[in-house]
């Protein structure tokens, strides 16, 4: 089973982006459950989702405490809620920002943890660029996508298609997909300095 | 159809299916989005015919929905916590009247303290009010619940209860088979009812009964209930044949054959239950759990036969009875009667605290060395009781318990849980 978990704030599309991460698997064949922490979402406070991805039925109703994978929509949640708790060494964390993690003062938190899992993205410059309004689920999901390989960008195009219709729906594409490739041209950048 | 999609949204195009001829409904959390989608698809012509009715409150959803299916209609609700509790006069003059109302209790705690979160505070209030009472444990299961709810409250002329966890279940969004218009109009056929209030051939419902009949007519509900623990097995094996998949019924085992430790729960907390029985298992525990999905009417002697081969019961319920402890486990005993084991009762989940696998495992560890007291609160925060109970002993005017007790737990943000 992989489990993500996203923190954000009332308002981005939290609990959206957990949803369409979830059909996005679904569109792959695989058994996933999305749902909110609930209770919480109002406009501007902080908000988390889950997702967890598996191949057979998931039952288990838990919240995601251990999580394989964080996403982070608003990095002004740093200092204020307690975003890493339970995520494991090999785990993934994509945030939301122009900032590497060592400008966000994590560089020393984030010592022990497998570099080519690490990512920042501009998600919501990106979402601005390509649908007029720094709603950052749908890119980040993007990057995610290219981040973890967990899901294809086909599928997420899909899942998000199935969520949006008509131009909000290819804005949100196109984010996604503008994500997907800055974050893979990261990954290249980071084999690439670890190959030379 | 295989769809990803939310909980709320399965029942509300499963309830839509079965082709109500009212809804009427009120806003309450979890379960405004059931309401919410049915009332889109009434306005869309999907549903149709169908009437809508915005009402006022819960106790005049319940009255809609006497007075529609009096008049022959099918008629359904939905509401939770204390949306149920306004409507309790009128759900006793429901199963009363013997009226086939089906309603959906996304289930939430009840205040004060007021809470918006999961437990069965609601519902089991409710156990004694006459209505049949299913509680699903998947999403799938509730969509599939509501379908032979219809059926089962028809063919009673009794109303269905269909409990559902609010949120865990409500609002996840999974995979869900959602069936075709077709397999459900040949699954459930028209509504026709016992008794109909009729302008072209009056007759009257609802007459004062004295002491000569009163016991009588009220007995009925009770032999409505008795028969429904043949006839709910019998629709569950009809479900099972129409749509290919095991859904409803009294009682469902799992790994319990060989267990000497018995799990017993009701709704969306067995599937975090089975994970854990499988975890333990591998380390060679015998234990396995049973689920209720039937509580009222509660079915006494299949659950002795499925518990009787076990050394000790756990009844792990998210309800708790102020001053004796377990509701769930109170019938489960009686269910006992004369069998001699070990039964423990755990209260867990009140007002939405998550039921861990983590907890789970260290509960039924500690319940199969029968080392558990016979009442155990999960994860409670023993610390924030004892300062206020500390700070009632020492000050007349210790002040208000909810507040206090919020001071003492710390600040509340949305972290990782």
């Known amino acids: 089973m992989f489990q993500v978990r996203i923190h954000g704030r009332g308002g981005q599309g939290v609990v959206t982006a957990a949803e369409m991460l979830s059909v996005a698997a679904f569109n792959e064949g695989r058994h996933a459950q999305a749902f909110p922490s609930f209770g919480s979402e109002r406009t501007g406070a902080p908000v988390v989702a889950f997702c967890r991805i598996d191949d057979r039925e998931i039952r288990v109703r838990e919240p995601i405490m251990e999580p394989d994978a964080l996403i982070v929509q608003d990095p002004t949640l740093l200092h204020q809620v307690d975003l890493f708790g339970g995520l494991h060494r090999d785990g993934f964390i994509l945030i939301n920002t122009a900032k590497s993690f060592d400008e966000l003062g994590l560089g020393e938190f984030v010592a022990g943890f497998r570099h080519e899992r690490l990512l920042t993205v501009p998600a919501g410059d990106l ?8 709603v950052p689920n ?4 993007g990057g995610f996508a290219a981040l973890s390989g967990l899901i294809s960008p086909d599928s997420l195009a899909q899942a998000i298609r199935e969520r949006f219709a008509g131009e909000v729906g290819e804005g949100n594409v196109a984010a996604a997909q503008a994500a997907h490739a800055w974050v893979a041209d990261e990954l290249r950048e980071l084999s690439g300095a670890a190959a030379g | 159809m295989l769809r990803q999609v939310e909980g709320s949204r399965a029942v509300a195009e499963a309830v839509a299916m079965c082709r109500p001829e009212v809804i009427c409904a009120y806003p309450i959390s ?4 059931i309401v919410e989608n049915l009332s889109q698809l009434v306005k869309t012509g999907e549903l149709a015919p169908c009437e809508f009715v915005n009402v006022e409150s819960e106790f005049a959803a319940m009255s809609v929905a006497i007075g529609a299916s009096a008049t022959g209609a099918r008629a359904y609700t939905a509401t939770a916590s204390q949306g149920l509790l306004y409507m309790v006069e009128a759900l006793y003059n429901a199963s009363g009247l013997g009226l086939p109302i089906v309603m959906t209790v996304a289930n939430r705690a009840i205040g004060a303290p007021i809470n ?5 505070s609601d519902s089991m209030s409710q156990r004694d009010c006459g209505w049949i009472q299913l509680y699903a444990e998947t999403n799938q299961e509730a969509l599939d619940l509501h379908i032979q709810a219809f059926r089962l409250a028809e063919e009673l002329s009794t109303p269905v209860m269909v409990c559902m966890d609010g949120f865990i279940l409500t609002h996840a969004v999974e995979r869900i088979d959602i069936p075709s218009q077709a397999q459900v109009d040949a699954y459930l056929t028209p509504f026709v009812p016992r008794q109909v209030l009729d302008p072209d051939a009056p007759i009257s419902i609802g007459a004062m009964v004295g002491p ?7 007995y009925l509900a009770h032999a409505k209930q008795m028969s429904a623990l043949e006839l709910i097995p019998e629709l569950a094996a009809d479900f099972r044949q129409a749509f290919g998949r095991e859904s409803g019924g009294l009682i469902r085992s799992y790994r319990s054959e060989d267990a000497e430790t018995i799990v017993v729960a009701l709704g969306s907390v067995l599937g975090t239950i089975q994970d854990t029985i499988d975890e333990l298992r591998e380390d060679g525990m015998k234990i396995g759990a049973v689920g209720i999905t039937s509580f009222r009417p509660f079915p006494l002697e299949q659950l002795r036969t499925a518990l009787a081969g ?5 009844v792990l319920e998210k309800a708790l009875a102020v001053g004796i402890g377990g509701i769930v486990s109170a ?5 006992l009667a ?8 755990v209260i867990a989940g009140l007002g939405g605290r998550p039921i861990t696998k983590r907890s789970l495992r260290a509960l039924f560890l500690e319940a199969a060395d029968d080392a558990l007291g016979p009442l155990t609160f999960l994860d409670m925060d023993w610390d924030i009781v004892n300062r206020e109970l500390a700070r009632m002993a020492s000050s007349r005017r210790s002040g208000p318990h909810a507040e206090n007790m919020l001071r003492d737990s710390g600040p509340v943000a949305a972290g990782p849980v």
Not at chain 2, 310 to 314: F, G, I, L
């Open chain 1, 138 to 141: 749908a890119a980040l999901l």
């Open chain 2, 310 to 314: 076990a050394q000790r019961v756990v």
């Open chain 2, 212 to 218: 000569e009949a009163f016991m009588e007519v009220k």
């Open chain 2, 116 to 120: 918006i979160w999961n437990d069965h």
């Open chain 2, 30 to 33: 979890p379960q405004t989005h």
């Open chain 2, 338 to 345: 004369g069998i001699a084991l070990h039964g423990y009762t």
């Open chain 1, 127 to 134: 979402a601005r660029a390509h649908t007029g309004r720094p």
């Open chain 2, 331 to 335: 019938n489960v005993r009686m269910a």
